[in-house]
């Protein structure tokens, strides 16, 4: 079973980093990780230790590679469908759909968190109705060409 991203903590640690592989509209990201525990997203919107009034200063909060765990243990999914690459609802939500379903049938996915993300977005001309067979055929045709090539091993230079 696939997990989701739901934490912006997490969806920044993955898209800081660079896309694994990219489609004409896609792109997709990875880090090998967990999902953030609550405690570490608390450690990060501290801006400033507190100041008490009896002058004894709080605990420091220990560093961000102590707390990660070790190696995950699962995947996590998360996608990024902005409106101004996809204007209507009803295209956001069959992407979505197509993504998680391009996800679950993917077969050998390494452990880790997943970010997919709408990179542009698809010919109003080709594809007029906001959801059609189409554009689900062509999403899904697109997603499974970009998983299938961050999937395959790198060829020794």
């Known amino acids: 079973?696939?997990?989701?991203?739901?934490?912006?903590?997490?969806?920044?640690?993955?898209?800081?980093r660079q896309?694994?592989?990219?489609?004409?509209?896609?792109a997709l990201h990875h880090l090998s990780a967990s999902p953030a525990p609550s405690t570490w997203v608390a450690a990060q919107l501290r801006?400033?230790?507190?100041?008490?009034?009896?002058?004894?200063?709080q605990p420091a909060h220990s560093s961000v590679e102590q707390t990660l765990p070790n190696p995950p243990d699962g995947c996590w999914?998360?996608?990024?469908?902005?409106?101004?690459?996809?204007?209507?609802?009803v295209t956001r939500a069959l992407l979505k759909r197509?993504?998680?379903?391009?996800?679950?049938?993917?077969i050998g996915m390494p452990p880790g968190l997943?970010?997919?993300?709408?990179?542009?977005?698809?010919d109003r001309q080709k594809f007029p109705s906001a959801a059609s067979d189409a554009l689900r055929q062509a999403a899904r045709a697109e997603l499974a060409?970009?998983?299938?090539?961050?999937l395959k091993p790198k060829a020794a230079a």
């Open 145 to 150: 060409q970009l998983l299938d090539r961050a």
């Open 77 to 89: 999914l998360g996608m990024v469908v902005p409106k101004r690459h996809a204007k209507r609802s």
């Open 47 to 57: 801006t400033a230790p507190a100041e008490l009034s009896t002058g004894d200063a």
């Open 114 to 122: 997943w970010v997919v993300r709408l990179r542009l977005p698809f």
């Open 1 to 16: 079973m696939i997990g989701r991203i739901q934490r912006p903590v997490d969806f920044e640690r993955v898209l800081a």
């Open 19 to 26: 896309s694994r592989s990219r489609s004409t509209h896609f």
């Open 98 to 106: 197509q993504i998680r379903a391009a996800f679950a049938e993917a």
